[in-house]
């Protein structure tokens, strides 16, 4: 039921599961939801409004660093789960989400942990540097595909300008800053939808784990496109970064499971262990 336990006592874990700002569902983000589920977690998958069937409900789908909806799901979670230690995980793109979120909630972000897997930290930059054909062109008929049906009821730049642009830019564009009701350029809108435009906050508000790696074709360069000064100054933020692993990959040498998603786990099950002993210390201290 709502906020039960593990075995033996314990808080369970719920795991909120963040696919990337196009809401594709892949096989890898699956892939860490079962493994996650035969470890005794609770995985739950954030569909933004508009992907994978969830309503659109208003003319507006969600920017790249609004954390308005993630807001009202962290608060269903924890009213389903009063006493259950939630933790967030997010892949690709939809690191800006997840930081946009810790920045603008701080320490009342409700999670007791968060991890981002190949996480875009600058996304002005990300969308104008664009990525390789063959990872751009995917996501760009994926999101089509799921405009389509709602286009109409959009009104952002016209069905030509939203299902013709060419790149995911000229899409979040047409989407975001061409629309009748809320007409922006593309400078005003970075500045509401920059994931670490609340760097200070997101740094201060709880342990946040990055697995990068240096050879990742769609974040681009590590000495462009990774904040090594946010890692050398906040003692909440850890950065993996490993020479080889692609984007969201990290294969195992030989047949296994993604090595990226047994650091992840590992890391929310210490965590857990570290803040329930801490617990039980602070239990202890208080006076009868």
Not at 186 to 194: F, G, H, L, S, V
Not at 227 to 255: A, D, I, K, V
Request: positive net charge; hydrophobic residues 40%; contains cysteine.
């Amino acid at each position: 039921g709502p906020g039960s336990s593990s075995s033996g006592g314990s808080p369970s874990l719920v795991l909120l599961l963040i696919p990337n700002a196009a809401g594709k569902v892949t096989g890898e983000l699956l892939q860490l939801g079962l493994r996650a589920l035969e470890r005794g977690f609770i995985p739950v998958i954030f569909n933004r409004r508009g992907h994978n069937g969830c309503p659109l409900t208003t003319p507006r789908l969600q920017p790249f660093g609004d954390p308005g909806d993630l807001r009202e799901a962290v608060t269903y979670l924890r009213c389903r789960h009063p006493a259950a230690l939630l933790l967030a995980v997010s892949e690709g793109s939809g690191s800006g989400l997840l930081l946009a979120y810790l920045g603008e909630s701080g320490s009342s972000s409700r999670l007791a942990a968060a991890a981002c897997i190949s996480p875009i930290f600058r996304g002005r930059d990300w969308f104008e540097a664009g990525m390789p054909w063959l990872y751009e062109w995917p996501l760009l008929l994926h999101l089509k595909r799921g405009l389509s049906r709602s286009v109409g009821s959009l009104g952002a730049g016209g069905g030509v300008g939203l299902l013709g642009s060419r790149s995911l830019r000229q899409l979040e564009e047409a989407l975001f800053c061409q629309t009748k009701s809320h007409p922006s350029t593309w400078e005003a809108y970075w500045e509401r939808n920059e994931p670490l435009r609340d760097a200070d906050e997101a740094a201060a508000a709880m342990p946040v784990l990055c697995l990068c790696s240096a050879d990742d074709p769609v974040r681009g360069p590590p000495a462009r496109s990774l904040p090594l000064e946010l890692f050398c100054s906040s003692p909440y933020f850890f950065l993996l970064l490993t020479p080889r692993g692609g984007h969201c990959g990290f294969p195992r040498r030989g047949p296994g499971r993604c090595w990226g998603h047994e650091a992840v786990l590992e890391y929310f099950r210490a965590m857990a262990e570290f803040l329930r002993a801490e617990e039980r210390r602070k239990g202890l201290q208080r006076p009868r």
